[in-house]
């Protein structure tokens, strides 16, 4: 079969028999906002084959329309439900879980109006919770003030675990590096990690799907982050290498995807059968 590499028996079949593949964004179907070569292969290829395609990123500083409109420049027109990210997610899971709340977020203007949407109170002063996202336009005032706030005792909330983001120019710092800052400041840990590789992100798209795990693919470029969560939400799991892991750290990782791939074109060419 090509260059890819099975690592469990049967996870050909599987992969073949999926109705739901999960795809990660950054580092597996673009780079810096350029598509990799075989991206337009898989999209037409699921869509020939009547499979669905969500997209889910643990990138936290954009509203779902931004990716969109993004997508729709490369020539792929997505619906809403094709798209969820760790900063949506985790302002829905905060006001199903507390309601609405004053929140303090280290986090671009963006995603201020996603937690706006979802019900809670945007504040710059006094907050019950600080979220801390994959935030751009990163200040220290931004660090100052969320410090402070979490050493007041408000709710310490992290979007997403990545220490960086790839890019064409090298890693990012990203919402995991943020937080350590404030981590080590305060002396105290994040109350609540989002994200992959949480399973809960993957459970809500199979849910809203309705599509069984047996029934589900996670494709992405980490195993720390996309394939531990594909492992934990109990699915089919395909790394790339398009991205952050490297066939090294495969080796020397406890974690171990079911399939790897040079690049998710390759998995087009496996649903056709054309490797």
């Known amino acids: 079969m090509g260059d890819v590499v099975f690592l469990r028996d049967n ?15 950054d580092g597996t179907f673009y780079l810096s906002g350029k598509p990799f070569d075989g991206s337009k292969k898989f999209v037409d290829t699921l869509d020939s084959q009547g499979k669905k395609l969500v997209f889910l990123t643990n990138n936290s500083n954009r509203t779902i329309e931004s990716y969109i409109e993004e ?34 977020i280290v986090g671009t203007d963006d995603i201020k109006t996603e937690f706006a949407r ?28 969320a410090t402070l706030f979490v050493s007041r005792g408000a709710i310490f909330v992290v979007t997403n675990p990545d220490l960086n983001c790839p890019s064409s120019e090298g890693p990012l710092p990203d919402s995991g590096a943020i937080a350590s800052v404030i981590r080590k400041a305060t002396g105290l840990y994040p109350n609540i990690v989002f994200g992959k590789p949480q399973p809960r992100l993957i459970e809500i798209v199979m849910k ?31 790394l790339v290498l398009t991205g952050e892991a490297t066939k090294e750290e495969i080796k020397r990782s406890p974690i171990k995807p079911d399939i790897i791939a040079h690049h998710i074109g390759e998995i087009a060419e496996l649903l056709k059968n054309e490797l």
């Open 118 to 145: 979802a019900g809670h109170v945007v504040v710059e002063d006094d907050p019950e919770i600080v979220v801390v996202t994959f935030d751009k336009t990163l200040t220290y005032e931004k660090l100052k003030k």
């Open 71 to 104: 997508f729709s420049k490369f020539g792929f027109n997505l619906s809403n439900d094709q798209i969820l990210t760790a900063g949506v997610a985790t302002a829905q899971y905060l006001f199903e879980e507390f309601g609405k709340k004053r929140v303090y």
């Open 208 to 238: 809203q799907n309705n599509i069984k795990p047996a029934e589900t693919c996670m494709i992405g470029d980490r195993l720390y982050t996309d394939i531990l969560a594909g492992i934990q939400a109990g699915v089919l799991t395909v």
């Open 11 to 25: 996870s050909l079949e599987q992969l073949k028999q999926c109705k739901l593949f999960i795809l990660d964004i």
